[in-house]
């Protein structure tokens, strides 16, 4: 069993900034693949960012890249999403998740944290 606990949504003006954070607890692995994923409201969720464990290799979404950036911090076993220059567009429930390596799907998903950019 892997926990996910994503903390740090709220409410911001457009141009602002949030620090996602999302503490994993459980049976995870230095080889995991750590996502965070959006869904906006009638939206499908989509990536936003990942990172491994063990070497920090990132990817980021084109629509996020230069104001988002996924880090992490192996001791604390927690994963980070700094994003800068929020816009409305980014408005929706930002959850993270676990995919193994070599899974092609994540299969432990936290309960999601809100974030809300006014325009």
């Known amino acids: 069993q892997v926990q996910l606990v994503e903390s740090g949504g709220g409410l911001v003006q457009a141009g602002g900034s949030l620090r996602l954070s999302c503490a994993a607890s459980?049976?995870?692995?230095?080889?995991?693949?750590m996502g965070w994923f959006r869904q906006a409201p009638g939206k499908e969720s989509d990536v936003v960012a990942t990172i491994t464990w063990s070497t920090g290799t990132t990817y980021s979404a084109d629509s996020v890249k230069g104001r988002f950036t996924i880090s992490r911090d192996n001791a604390k076993n927690t994963v980070y999403l700094q994003m800068n220059n929020l816009k409305p567009e980014d408005t929706a429930v930002y959850y993270c998740?676990?995919?193994?390596?070599?899974?092609?799907?994540?299969?432990?998903w936290g309960q999601g944290t809100q974030v809300t950019v006014s325009s």
């Open positions: 998740a676990r995919r193994r390596f070599g899974a092609k799907e994540y299969d432990y």
């Open positions: 459980g049976r995870t692995f230095s080889t995991d693949t």
